[in-house]
């Protein structure tokens, strides 16, 4: 790939940082996990520190086991992508309680049944998963907290994670400090693609160049391109961040040679026809997003990549 002029009039460039997957075609694992601001860090953290996946596509959506299980169009798409086209081997499905409501969701009578329901829930999916992929691993992440009720909570809860299997065994593997007490602390949504080459640095944007320290993670396929085909599963995210985490800015992220707009291929390498493509989604879903929620703000950032996939550049369009 050449590299091409760029300036600031192309937009306001926001970062600059090294390309960490130069020439690297596939990833390690695909990592389905709830947007939840309040356990996407630890979520992640916890994939890469104690399960020791560096590169996962990251799709994240509200109720991950009842999208697999309703067998979502947008769900199934996902994972076809992961394991076909970034040649993922490994699934992990992450679940977790309800961190608000007291400790636990109105819809169960106590923690032991809403325990069972979200850990019976894991199992079915991974079995539907496994008939459509059967070649692939699939692993069953559970997270609670330590505490007996929110308003309870001290400095010292901690959120639990396990391992669950289908013979009901669990397996406790880590445990991480919970940020967050009943209140709801969540300063936007970040709508990004899955794709695992730029998971991490999407982040730090957010957080270091955007100041958006705490957000809701929706993770999807091409990030708005499933949003504009009118999917259930990714505007449940975006009503979700809105209504129950009080979001109002939205981040939507695109980034250069995405597999789910066909890729730099699609564009025969020329990098200005692809990033003119890419502006038009963007303003496509940032005046439906408005147009549903007036009060939001809406950012619309893209990623180019630079040079010879040397470095990634954030750009934030106006």
């Given amino acids: 790939m050449s590299s091409r002029k760029l300036s600031s009039l192309d937009g306001t460039i926001l970062s600059t940082v090294p390309f960490r997957f130069k ?8 990592v389905a996990m709830p947007i939840s601001y309040n356990f996407a860090k630890e979520g992640l953290d916890f994939v890469e520190k104690c399960l020791g996946i560096q590169a996962f596509d990251l799709f994240g959506i509200p109720s991950i086991s009842k999208r697999i299980e309703n067998r979502s169009e947008t769900a199934i798409g996902t994972l076809k992508l992961a394991i076909e086209k970034h040649n993922a081997k490994e699934i992990v499905l992450m679940e977790h309680v309800d961190f608000h409501d007291s400790g636990k969701s109105s819809r169960f009578r106590n923690k032991i049944e809403e325990d069972y329901f979200h850990k019976k829930g894991l199992v079915d999916c991974k079995l539907n998963i496994l008939e459509s992929f059967p070649h692939v691993t699939v692993r069953l992440i559970y997270a609670r907290l330590n505490g007996l009720r929110i308003a309870e909570y001290e400095p010292g809860t901690r959120i639990l994670f396990s391992e669950i299997f289908e013979n009901a065994e669990e397996i406790f593997m880590a445990n991480m400090p919970y940020r967050f007490k009943d209140e709801i602390y969540c300063d936007g949504a970040i709508v990004a693609c ?9 982040r730090s944007c957010a957080r270091e160049s955007l100041n958006i320290p705490v957000f809701d993670l929706i993770g999807l396929p091409g990030s708005s391109k499933r949003l504009l085909e009118n999917s259930e599963t990714g505007w449940k995210g975006i009503d979700v961040a809105y209504t129950k985490h009080g979001c109002k800015k939205i981040v939507l992220f695109h980034h250069s040679d995405c597999a789910a707009y066909g890729g730099l291929k699609k564009f025969d390498g020329d990098h200005i026809a692809e990033e003119s493509m890419h502006r038009g989604e963007l303003r496509k879903l940032k005046k439906r997003i408005t147009d ?15 040079g010879d996939y040397e470095q990634i550049q954030f750009v934030l369009f106006s």
């Fill in 23 to 30: 020439g690297v075609s596939g990833c390690d694992a695909m």
């Fill in 194 to 202: 899955l794709d695992f080459r730029f998971r991490r640095e999407t």
């Fill in 292 to 306: 549903k929620y007036p009060d939001v703000e809406v950012l619309m950032v893209y990623a180019r990549v630079l």
